[in-house]
């Protein structure tokens, strides 16, 4: 049964109920009435059979996530009907809250621009506390630096082959780990990120770390448009004019959870100047073990699992790139659920998980001059 989005099924015998999106899945093998009593309480069960309004768009989305996070944390932990009810409806109601504002912040009403993007906002100040980051972050900064001397190796009279020149515009930036690894090698990093939370930490860094950098341009906006009045313009005495062009563009573990990749290339192609060149790090989508990169409770907002290195080239071709080049870049070790969604809302303990390794790409291309 497909249901504006999501699906639900379910058999006399077990396995009794799958929720969907993300792969119609196994949910549970048993307890199945609680669960379907626990999901009525949110959506008629009637109304789900039926496709009436209420189970179109944006809230059935949610629910269906939502159910679907609290099904497998209940349907681990609890062993009465009783204790099923209240620790799923808490939990299927904190859910619901963050996948639908999740869902509203990655979709591309401009409407929901300056509600920025609830997740991020609500991780950004935690988000430096995480090795991880940390860690992928340098790898991407070697690994952009490494792409850059490239060019200084095969032009070294070529103006390119400075990068302390280069005005950088940094589109998905968090809290700013990459743009503060990146500054002291280019003129100047425009960091912008939809959530305004993170655009906070980051200028809070800037305002309070000793030595911080003094080239980078913190900007809270869902960056869409070239042309987007958030961005510096392109002459100090023109507030309204032309909005600034640049040499390179990068975004590192953004491109996963952007709903459109053309759209978003077009808007990159469109901030670069002639010659200008992108350079987009993310985890590379090697099969169906790729999920794996994010636990159950934080599939919100995440649009595909990893990046397909052959279509991430033909789409960067399309949209008008040249010198195309796709390739693998680092591998990192990252901690995994063993089991989907035993992380929980908390996170992970030392004691849970297994490590995999996840290989990353590197995207290069430049606009035609
Ligand atoms: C997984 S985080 C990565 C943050 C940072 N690059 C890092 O590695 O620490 C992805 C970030 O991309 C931002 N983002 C996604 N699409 C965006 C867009 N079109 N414009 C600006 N920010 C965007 C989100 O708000 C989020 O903070």
């Known amino acids: 049964m497909a249901l504006g989005g999501c699906e639900a099924s379910t058999t006399a015998h077990s396995p009794l109920l799958h929720l969907y999106p993300g792969g119609l899945r196994e949910i549970t093998r048993s307890r199945s009435r609680t669960i379907f009593c626990i999901a009525n309480g949110i959506v008629d069960r009637t109304k789900l059979k039926s496709g009436g309004p209420e189970t179109h768009g944006l809230l059935l989305i949610a629910v269906a996530e939502a159910v679907r996070l609290a099904a497998v944390h209940i349907s681990r932990y609890c062993y009465t009907t009783a204790a099923y009810e209240k620790i799923v409806r808490q939990r299927t109601q904190r859910a619901m809250a963050s996948a639908a504002s999740n869902l509203r912040a990655t979709s591309s009403d401009k409407n929901s621009r300056n509600?920025?993007?609830?997740?991020?906002?609500?991780?950004?100040?935690?988000?430096?506390?995480?090795?991880?980051?940390?860690?992928?972050s340098q790898a991407a900064a070697t690994a952009i630096l490494a792409r850059l001397n490239e060019n200084n190796a095969k032009h070294p009279s070529d103006d390119k082959s400075q990068t302390n020149h280069l005005q950088v515009l940094e589109i998905g930036c968090g809290t700013g780990i990459l743009s503060f690894l990146l500054a002291p090698h280019v003129?100047?990093?425009?960091?912008?990120?939809a959530a305004e939370g993170m655009i906070a930490v980051l200028s809070q860094k800037l305002q309070k770390t000793p030595d911080a950098p003094k080239n980078i341009l913190p900007v809270a906006v869902l960056l869409e448009d070239p042309e987007d009045a958030a961005l510096p313009s392109t002459h100090s005495d023109q507030p309204d004019g032309l909005r600034q062009?640049?040499?390179?563009?990068t975004s590192h573990l953004v491109l996963h959870h952007i709903p459109d990749l053309r759209a978003v290339l077009t808007t990159m192609i469109g901030c670069l100047v002639p010659g200008g060149r992108v350079m987009?790090?993310?985890?590379?989508d090697f099969g169906p073990e790729a999920k794996r990169f994010?636990?159950?409770a934080k599939m919100a907002?995440?649009?595909r699992h990893g990046i397909q290195a052959r279509e991430m080239a033909e789409i960067m071709r399309e949209v008008g790139f040249e010198g195309v080049d796709v390739r693998?870049?680092?591998?990192?070790?990252?901690?995994?659920?063993?089991f989907e969604g035993?992380?929980?809302?908390?996170?992970?303990k030392p004691e849970m998980g297994e490590m995999m390794d996840f290989p990353f790409v590197l995207c290069y291309g430049e606009r035609p001059m």
């Open 280 to 284: 987009l790090t993310d985890f590379e």
């Open 328 to 338: 693998a870049a680092w591998t990192m070790r990252k901690k995994v659920e063993k």
């Open 342 to 348: 035993e992380f929980g809302d908390a996170g992970a």
């Open 294 to 296: 994010h636990p159950a």
């Open 245 to 249: 062009k640049f040499d390179l563009v």
């Open 115 to 136: 509600n920025g993007n609830a997740r991020f906002n609500d991780e950004a100040l935690s988000w430096d506390s995480r090795p991880f980051v940390h860690e992928a």
């Open 187 to 193: 003129a100047r990093i425009v960091a912008v990120d």
């Open 301 to 303: 907002g995440v649009e």
